[in-house]
């Protein structure tokens, strides 16, 4: 059984940072991503890292946010600097295993808002 444990979410100004982390139960991951929702869109990908190390970023938050693991842990990480409102939405994790699937966190809420 996998579990994903999410933390880190909250309210923040535009221009403020914010770190969640996901720390995941069980096996080591092939792939750890971060993804988010907000209200009346499709989720989308914000970053991911894979086992090698090797991360993407969505061109939107190129620049400003970044991804690590740390596999002695088993957890994700996504720094988030200089949050801008449309920043706003829940965040997910989502990890996907060797044999490809993929299992996901509960979400957790980012506001952006003065």
């Known amino acids: 059984q996998v579990q994903l444990v999410e933390s880190g979410g909250g309210l923040v100004q535009p221009g403020g940072s914010l770190t969640l982390s996901c720390a995941a139960s069980?096996?080591?991951?092939?792939?750890m991503a971060w993804y988010r929702q907000a209200p009346g869109n499709q989720r989308e990908l914000v970053a991911d890292?894979?086992?090698?190390?090797?991360?993407q970023y969505a061109d939107s938050v190129k620049g400003r946010f970044s991804i690590a693991r740390d596999n002695a842990k088993n957890t994700v990480y996504l720094q988030m600097n200089s949050l801008k409102p449309e920043d706003t939405a829940v965040y997910y994790c989502e990890v996907q295993d060797f044999f490809g699937r993929a299992y996901w966190g509960q979400g957790t809420q980012v506001t952006v808002s003065s």
């Open positions: 890292i894979r086992s090698g190390a090797s991360s």
């Open positions: 069980g096996r080591i991951f092939s792939i």
